[in-house]
């Protein structure tokens, strides 16, 4: 197997690109797929796929497929956990106690029960739940079509007002579709828990962006955690970055987290699979766009 | 029954100590214990017993009994999970890189097994060492006597030594007694892994405070979160309070934690179990000190 690199498929010789028959995609948006005239897949070296989706970018005929990765999905819970627990557990006024020299105020630690609403219930939202349960939050999850799973109140996309009432954060782990675009907005924080809290690991687009700051200052939320933006890197000049009550984490919440050992197996088999004639794993529904 | 408030029996009319059988003590070291001549239990109200088991406060042949709580393990299991995950998710970094508005620099989120050590495996130790291996971390615990706990590698006092070796986070949940006090001190803190962290939420003698600051200096220790500390509250002018690398908590771990729905029923257990002459629930061996 030989291995070329480009951006543009325009940029191999001609003879390379009647040859090709996997392109590996990974960061930014592959260019001159349709001078690939035996591409068989499109294997996408993550889990987001909403780039390769946009139209002309893969050809119609040719499968998208994705990465699924165990770790990545330890990485994202282990973010989430840190983030909601930051909250749950003061930790923001626990470093201004530490600054100011005051021996904290634990009697305004409430141990009321959490409900934490995880919307995408895929093999990250599902970890992410699991973590979040092991440790006492109620969770609940939303996906698109209706999902049973074990200890966790599942809700589908017809049934949100309902999924957001009560709750005290929200989390976002779905994939970015045309449906999903922008479901972080004023509506969506003006039905949950006053003053929740908002986590965003999907993409930057699922947040309307005008929408937080004047919910933050509503009361409708009490912080938000942003780990994707629509513009990355973040201009130095946005708004978010000095408001005390937002957080940005710069794309880490799954960082390094993806590695030969987890990748390369899946891309093998991919390969193999194509190349006698089988759909790929982890099989991209256009329909869907996920 | 009749329930009657005091810090000091010898406030009590003699006619009531005559009658008491069963002192339920939280806070404050109780006074005059032995001025109850039919005194057949003393009920801690909490987990933590080191203030009863001084010479004259109980009487020694009057049971000392605490509370377990499952609440408490689980409230301290959060504490732990945010402080370790504050420390391997870069938190403090990221807080910084809001502050001067950059998007942040994940090559240097390291995805490396992380390896904490737990000291103590009561309930409460147990309950953290399962939420820590539940997201992934590399636990190990240690006890008085050897444990066999599933899926953690136990080692006994004798094995202290190994037990630090290569500790990236070392946890402190032990009971305090003679063999336990001082046990945060500088031979322990270089031998773990370079750059440790430090959780503290046992007791303040634990830690043999001299030592903190030099073990952060010469780079044996990365961090410290103490919870509990020698003098609470801490005096303003401590050292502790200025250094960036120490946070102090306030004694917030278990907060709250403790409701009646758990502990009323466990009293009452113990005081039929005494009334009839048997051996109260959650005795404590005052050889072992808990």
Known sequence: MIVHRATDAADLDPKVRKAIIVALVW???????????????????????????????????????????????????????????????????????????????????????????VMGLGEIGRTVCGALAAIGFEVRGLSRSKKTLEGLKCFD???????????????????LTRETEGVLNARTFERLSTGAFLINVGRGA????????????????????????????VPPDHAFWSDPRILLTGHTAAANSLGPDEIAPQIAENIKRVSAGFAPCCFVDRKKGY
């Open 27 to 117: 960061g930014r948006t592959p260019r001159g797929l349709n001078l690939l005239p035996r591409l068989a897949l499109v294997q996408a070296m993550g889990a987001g796929v909403d780039r390769l989706l946009a139209p002309g970018v893969v050809p119609e005929a040719v499968p998208i497929a994705r990465i699924s990765s165990k770790h990545q999905a330890m990485a994202i819970s282990e973010y989430v956990l840190l983030h909601v627990l930051r909250q749950h557990r003061m930790l923001q006024e626990t470093l201004n106690w530490q600054r100011s020299r005051q021996w904290s105020a634990p009697h305004s630690l409430e141990r009321a029960k959490r409900v934490i609403g």
């Open 157 to 175: 996309s017809s049934e949100l007002d309902e999924f957001l009432h009560g709750c005290q954060h929200l989390v976002c782990l779905l994939p």
């Open 206 to 233: 699922h947040l309307v962006e005008a929408d937080l700051i004047p919910a933050l200052d509503s009361g409708d939320l009490g912080g938000a955690t942003l780990d994707v933006m629509i513009d990355e890197p």
